[in-house]
């Protein structure tokens, strides 16, 4: 482990304890034995809480990381491959049709939407390996899905339906409770796990296809361990915290000066500056003077959007 | 030594037939240049022998073995593999690049002694050891060829197999990498190249083979198939041939016959 490295784990430590502690009621460190009555706000809010905006944070840090190393583009987004909004289409036709109301069917249904998009993704793309098939792909099916979305906003039953629905895709982690903790994060560190196994594949693809497969990466194989370590990954965090977007594209470029170009060897650091990215963020927004609390998902395009700017605006000095 | 050798291949690639029942014994030791118009199969030969196309009939062999049967890090640290694009698509230091050389050979725990001995040794062969942390964005052609040469050369393989690895150098440049690349076929690897130019391969290949619309032209000892007549059927072209004061062999094109 490099010094980079440690010093991020050191901040996702950090920034974890500051999570659990801070929001509209700050909670010192002495409150949070069981003696104390705010230890409940510790034990049923905070804490869940806090270890979703870790989890979620590390996997699309993770995921970006490895779908910038997949597809050798600085530009790609975990976003772009469809399972992020068939994750959240899925979602929204739990809140459609009302189901919401069960705790488990929401994330479920969500699960389902990631699942059913890679499974499209994985047939269409086939067993050619091609990326710009599976880029395509996965454009075509973000779009699909979108408009599903949208149709089913337009159409929703009630108006309520159609705000819980607006306010759901804005992403946040408000709320949440051990049950989304449950069901995302085994999910997520299943997923991280299959992405990590790619590191020495993407190292290899560096130097192109051709090269790659002569040193011994099966494209086809490698194809799937991305599409079902995103789909795990991204799945799982959807249906979580909602769409949450940047994290991924941002945080490998943020800690690529740190941690070297390799994509193996930006994988874990993307992982831990997204938990610390999303985890910060998190705590800012609860702490925010806001009336009602200012939707992470939101926070993050207001971060992300003018960083992708810069990106494409220093991209386009050095290509000129 | 295992012998490296294309048995009966034919290949068809996007539904055009490339190679047509082509048979070539590679050896050892020696330098052999693939030469022969564009289209003519050589990248395409040079792919069969790395076993990264499944011909439609015949195989490449490797000690007898068939190369596509062989389980792929094992071939991979066999044959070393030099693609004809110079893709480099992150901005990774010369040593990294070097490195990812070695990962046919890596374990499961990371790099070892040895692995560290072989980009060394391959970063020092190809002179590039000074350059060892500069981004490989910031290189010359020459020096980029000379790097991803080394990256090959890491993996220290029975056979190294390079496609147009002297396209885009100047003289000076070709004329050093090709000196490394001999060096390599001297150290008891068997080197097989594509090549275009007809001079550089008269001064670097012990052996040569010409291809034609996928099929052997002609196979052999340099000196016996680089001669006027084969190079002009090969190419369609009359060829003058000579030595020069220093007896270096020279090829030069004249025109169309006729």
Known sequence: MTRATTLLALGVLLAAILSVAAGKVWVPLDAWTAADPRSIIIVELRLPRTILALAVGAALGMSGAAMQGYLRNPLADPGLFGVSSGAAFGAVCSLYFGYAAQTWLLPGFALFGAAATMAALALIAGRSGSLILFTLAGMILTSITGSLTALALSLAPTPFAASEIMTWLMGALTDRSWNEVVVSVPLIVLGMAVLARTARSLDALTLGEQAARSMGVDPHRLQLAVIVGVALTVGASVAAAGVIGFVGLIVPHLVRPFAGHRPSATLLPAALGGALLLTVADSLVRLAPTVSELRLGIAMSMLGGPFFLYLLISMRRRLA | MSVLAAEGISLVLGGKRVLESVDVVFSGGRVTALLGSNGAGKSSLLACLAGLHAPEAGRATLGGAEVRAMPAPARARRIGFLPQAADVHWNIDVATLV??????????????????????????????????????????????ARALLARVLAGEPEWLLADEPLASLDPAHQLEVGAQLRAVAAGGSGVVLVVHDLNLAARLADDVVLLRDGRVVAAGAAEDVLTAALVGATYGLTVETGVTATGQRYIVPVGRPG
């Open chain 2, 99 to 144: 490195a990812l050389g070695r990962l046919p050979w890596r374990g499961r725990w990371g790099e070892t002694a040895a692995d560290c001995a072989a980009a060394e040794a391959a970063l020092a062969a190809t002179g590039m050891t000074a350059f060892a942390r500069r981004g490989v964005e910031h290189l010359s052609g020459g020096e980029r």
